[in-house]
């Protein structure tokens, strides 16, 4: 990748958000490059999902600007579909369609859009959901798989729309431990091949081993940020040391 | 009893069906108003949920009687002396579909938005954020999950509209319970004549049950 001049895929400025009174964001300063993987940190109701939600405009800004591969979503006449088909989003919950089996979970948006015909739709979708290591569960139901396979066919879920960009809200946070690795390494090949990547968790491991950069938050603003290094090895703000104090 | 039955027993046949047909016109249109104005009371728009808000509270505030004579009588009388327009008519049937189709379409209408509410939210933020448009994720994602839970409510308004029916005999139309009025009128014999129709309802309706039973059955996913 170093060759190759660092296009900017993420550029958030002065970015507000509230509901009702409530200001949750209070003004966020952020460039994500092509490639990269940011990880978000930060005490619960820090604004974290908040964030990463206005990323794709499930919550629209109050304030301020977000441009998502040189489109700017903050503008309502922008067909923010459009942007969606290139920025995958991965629950903590999953949320994967529970009246579909998972073949067809991964082959509605592709064919309901008309990004793929069926047949090359159902290939991608077999390719995928191999990358994940879940080729043999192309024909069961949600109900039928643990949270971690459920998680890995989320993640293969947005994969098939083949999308620039990917967004993880805690991954793994509704998981059992024993089902956290399997999650983690789907994401850091995804990492590893140079996907970009904005990843809200609290694996400290995974922010360590796979983050470009960390960025904390706390009470709607960015902290600090930095690389891993930095920011676990010698953090700079007491907020963000108090916060690593009592998750480390 | 099989004097009723014999000498009545073809005409309470026909006027059940006549019931079943009024039902079967006011359960249609009733099903294409509830699923309108139950998806106008969650979509994002004010005007939309303020429409479908007053709709289902005004049809749920009127006793169906009320409704039909306004719908039979009132309508007409507004459009033909109030209006001087003239030259509408409406039959029992038609007044009585359309009497049935707002009454039940109104309690569709509910049900069908708690059936839509009580899907998580999660399932329409997954797919939008795939890029699927609200209506799409609507049809393939929110409402085959809601309809699924819904089923149940369902025919339990649909056998309540199909007992309404009952109601519409005041407005003469031929349905069961205006043909037995004329059954017992004619013979006397009330008590056996409303235990034939009584018998009757209820083995429709017993039907009605089974076929909802078996068709939840094989709405179950991946049994
Ligand atoms: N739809 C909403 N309506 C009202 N308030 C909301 C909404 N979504 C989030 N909030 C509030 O915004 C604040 C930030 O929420 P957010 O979910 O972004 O926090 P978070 O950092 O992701 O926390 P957690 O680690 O617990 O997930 C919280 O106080 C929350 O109650
Ligand atoms: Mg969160």
Redesign the interface.
Known sequence: MEHKEKKIAIHVSHLKKSFKQLEVLKDISLDVAEGEVVVIIGPSGSGKSTLLRCL?R?EAASGGEIVIDGTDITDRKCDI?????R???V?Q?F?????M?VLRNLM??PV??KKQDRETARKKALEMLGRVGLSDKAQ??P??LSGGQKQRV?IA??LC?LPDIMLFDEPTSALDPEMVGEVLEVMKHLAHIGMTMVVVTHEMGFAREVGDRVIFMDGGLILEEGTPEAIFGNPQNPRTRDFLNKVL | MTRIITTYGQLLAVAMGQTLLLALYGLFFACIIGMIVGIMSVVSSRACRFIAAVFVNLIRGVPMIVLAYFIFFGVPYLWNTILGIGGMTLTALQAGSICLALNCGAYMAEIIRAGIESVDVGQMEAARSLGLPWWRSMVRVVLPQAIRTMIPSIINQFIITLKDTSILSVIGFPELVNTAKNVVAATFMSFQTWAIVGAMYLVVILLLQWAAKALERRLKYGA
């Open positions: 794709n499930l579909n459009k942007v969606r088909e920025v995958g989003m629950f919950h949320n994967l369609f529970n009246n089996n509605l948006a309901d859009l069961a139901y109900h039928q989320a879920r947005a729309m």
